[in-house]
């Protein structure tokens, strides 16, 4: 979960630096966040292999909580039409 929420800490960062305005180009921070992004499905995967067997309710609330921080960083990006 700390990869999201970095990757929206990244996000809301850009926007108070540069405002929401379309960039000519994308820079640092939106490859920062991209590669945060697609870091974190590997590293779920293995957790929801590893331990939905052995406790699911407990994995289903983590889950849970890795689907929330993903669409709360991948909000300002549809909603500010990055």
Same mark, same amino acid.
């Given at each position: 979960?700390?990869?999201?929420?970095?990757?929206?800490?990244?996000?809301?960062?850009? @926007? $108070?630096? &540069?405002?929401?305005?379309?960039? +000519?180009?994308?820079?640092? !921070?939106?490859? =920062?966040?991209?590669? #945060?992004?697609?870091?974190?499905?590997?590293? @779920? $995967?293995? &957790?929801?292999?590893?331990?939905? +067997?052995?406790?699911?309710? !407990?994995?289903? =609330?983590?889950?849970? #909580?890795?689907?929330?921080?993903?669409?709360?960083?991948?909000?300002?990006?549809?909603?500010?039409?990055?």
């Amino acid at each position: 979960m700390g990869f999201r929420m970095r990757s929206t800490l990244d996000c809301k960062r850009f @926007v $108070a630096r &540069f405002g929401t305005a379309p960039q +000519p180009d994308e820079g640092t !921070s939106a490859h =920062l966040w991209q590669l #945060l992004m697609g870091l974190q499905i590997p590293v @779920v $995967a293995f &957790f929801a292999i590893r331990c939905l +067997p052995k406790s699911p309710r !407990s994995s289903f =609330l983590v889950l849970g #909580l890795q689907a929330a921080a993903g669409i709360a960083a991948l909000a300002p990006v549809y909603l500010l039409h990055w």
